[in-house]
């Protein structure tokens, strides 16, 4: 599965932008993703990916769809 | 505070949720109050967490509400008809005031109107019943099995379905009170919630909290939210320390024979030594409706001070040799019931249950001991500690 459009869908449909707006180098920030909307997702990405115990803090480190799209695959 | 390298608080922090301990000492020795999430402070020590837990200006933060304003962003898309803030609406632990005072007297006179001696005896020969004579079998389900008969008369479970359903219930009544919580975690929680309206029937603890609140024109959500939550706090806080000390004392056959040997006077400290050790509840919260000076840390009005009792109840400030099992501490101010106006309801039922079976269930288990090619797991949760699964075998 490529992480990158996963990210991308998954944000577009948690936050109601159409796909195409949702800019893969964009710090997480501008979406306006709140603590609760970003632990639904790492639980997402657990699931979807197979990767467990999964940090939410991963999306201050990896701020942007792109960081965290090659932070997963580097995980597989 | 937050001096810089110094250490963070993260439950993420490899193998936390298998033994925590170790990286509590190190937040409790050289960052003992830290400031983890804005406005969010966590304290270690067993000073400040004494001290707060009991503080008369304290408050508790309310649960339900939080579950109101985001329920809207849980429950979107889901088809879910939302019962979170509800259900959790009348939990003695997320009120304050006068509100609180009632519900506690209510809850506590129904716990105290049961004949728990008798439920926990029965609950404890029914339990070795089903288990006697296996070859394997998990140590949580066994412990897990004993509580469930005793709540199973307490609250007169007809249509309970199966220990399983329960265990799954109140373990999700307990996560949802956690931290880190995902939306999926709590559609999951609300559908047990709504599928937990069906499980009680009349009984006398029931017919207790009714007629203590019958001014309050209580109408059936709001006694299914006092009934749910006396459940969660008699099952999984006594699962959960009742397996966490079987485990420890399975692991330890020095002090399991101590405990073997010793008479009702000594069984008290042993009692009171397991409940600090396992700290079953590892964390509460308090809200300072004040701003708050401690020492050169000023903590604004309307933070939430997120109290750690699983690091308290091992600080060598307060405890001589804190991570050993000591049977016969002879002073032990431990806080796993917590303090001041919200101590543990089911505190005196819990040191009940280990009175009364700590020796016999160390007889039945007598014959067992840990697979050690079997993991030992816990649940990935915060605030309670979970122990999930223990193998054991039998040995002769």
Not at chain 2, 226 to 235: D, E, G, K, P, Q
Not at chain 2, 317 to 327: A, E, T
Not at chain 2, 385 to 394: A, D, E, M, T
Request: proline residues 5%; hydrophobic residues 40%.
């Amino acid at each position: 599965m490529n992480a990158k459009s996963w990210l991308q869908n998954k944000i577009a449909e948690e936050t109601g932008l159409a796909v195409d707006r949702v800019n893969c180098d964009e710090p997480f920030e501008t979406f306006s993703l709140d603590s609760l909307a970003t632990i639904s997702i790492s639980f997402d990405i657990e699931q979807a990916f197979g990767l467990e115990e999964l940090n939410p803090t991963v999306f201050s480190e990896y701020n942007s769809i792109n960081k965290l799209a090659t932070w997963i695959e580097s995980q597989q | 505070m937050d001096r810089i390298a110094a250490v963070k608080w993260n439950p993420f922090s490899p193998g936390y949720f298998q033994n925590p301990h170790e990286h509590l000492r190190e937040c409790r020795e050289e960052n003992p109050v830290q400031e983890v999430f804005p406005n969010a402070f966590f304290f270690f020590r067993h000073k400040e967490v004494s001290e707060y837990l009991r503080h008369r200006d304290l408050e508790v933060s309310n649960l339900s509400d939080y579950f109101k304003e985001k329920e809207a962003y849980i429950f979107k898309d889901s088809g879910q008809c939302p019962y979170l803030s509800q259900g959790m609406k009348w939990w003695p632990m997320y009120l304050n005031h006068d509100i609180h005072k009632r519900i506690r007297v209510a809850i506590g006179k129904a716990f105290n109107s049961l004949p728990a001696q008798e439920y926990i005896a029965q609950a404890f020969e029914e339990t070795n019943r089903c288990f006697a004579g296996r070859e394997n079998f998990d140590l949580v389900d066994y412990t897990g099995n004993f509580i469930f008969h005793i709540i199973r008369q307490m609250f007169n479970l007809v249509n309970y379905e199966s220990y399983e359903k329960i265990r799954r219930f109140s373990n999700l009544l307990a996560l949802g009170q956690d931290l880190y919580v995902p939306k999926q975690v709590y559609q999951e929680l609300n559908e047990a919630i709504l599928w937990g309206r069906r499980i009680y029937s009349d009984s006398p603890f029931r017919d207790i909290v009714l007629a203590e609140t019958a001014d309050l024109n209580l109408g059936e959500g709001d006694i299914h939210s006092l009934m749910m939550v006396s459940l969660m706090a008699a099952f999984d806080t006594s699962k959960d320390n009742l397996s966490v000390a079987m485990y420890e004392l399975l692991k330890n056959p020095q002090v399991r024979d101590y405990i073997t040997r010793c008479d009702s006077k000594q069984l008290n400290p042993v009692i009171e030594e397991l409940f600090r050790f396992s700290s079953p509840l590892q964390y509460t919260i308090r809200i300072n409706r004040q701003p708050l000076q401690l020492e050169d840390i000023l903590i604004p009005e309307n933070s939430k001070l997120y109290l750690c009792i699983a690091s308290a109840n091992r600080d060598d400030r307060v405890f001589d040799d804190p991570d050993s099992l000591v049977p016969d501490r002879a002073e032990n101010p431990h806080l796993s019931f917590g303090g001041g106006v919200h101590l543990c309801l089911g505190a005196a039922i819990a040191r009940q249950e280990l009175r009364i079976c700590l020796q016999p269930m160390l007889s039945f288990l007598e014959g067992y001991e840990i697979d050690e090619e079997q993991p030992v797991k816990f649940e990935k949760q915060i605030f309670m500690r979970n122990l999930k699964s223990v193998s054991l075998r039998r040995t002769r």
